[in-house]
């Protein structure tokens, strides 16, 4: 059966940090771009930030020098740490694979795999 599963999302006060995970199941995970977008209430869905099988990065500007995405191949787990956490950080994060897919492009959300997300929420 082909899974992601997120898992870390919370509650966290501005200037904090979480750490999500995303644990792949069912897919061979090293060719796959994996990455994490995010959806706020009335809000379109965006990439946050994506890493491919050779582990090239990407990231939104708004999130650069705060986030880092990192995977883990033998675990089939990529992670995404999330520091100085603001209010405008406040969504729905979701994770996503798609084979082969260059990591500097998003794709939508017809296309490859998406877990159910984890909600994160910034507020004091």
């Known amino acids: 059966q082909v899974q992601l599963v997120e898992s870390g999302g919370g509650l966290v006060q501005p200037g904090g940090s979480l750490r999500l995970s995303c644990a792949a199941s069912?897919?061979?995970?090293?060719?796959?771009?994996m990455a994490w977008y995010r959806q706020a209430p009335g809000k379109k869905r965006d990439l946050v930030a994506a890493?491919?099988?050779?582990?090239?990065?990407n990231y939104a500007d708004s999130v650069k020098g705060r986030f880092s995405i990192s995977r883990h191949n033998a675990k089939a787990t990529v992670y995404l740490q999330m520091n100085s956490l603001k209010p405008e950080d406040t969504a729905v994060y979701y994770c996503?694979?798609?084979?082969?897919?260059?990591?500097?492009?998003?794709?939508?959300?017809?296309?490859?795999?998406w877990g159910q997300g984890t909600q994160v929420t910034v507020s004091s």
């Open positions: 996503t694979a798609k084979t082969g897919h260059p990591v500097d492009r998003p794709w939508a959300t017809g296309e490859g795999i």
């Open positions: 069912g897919i061979v995970f090293r060719p796959n771009t």
């Open positions: 890493i491919s099988g050779g582990e090239s990065t």
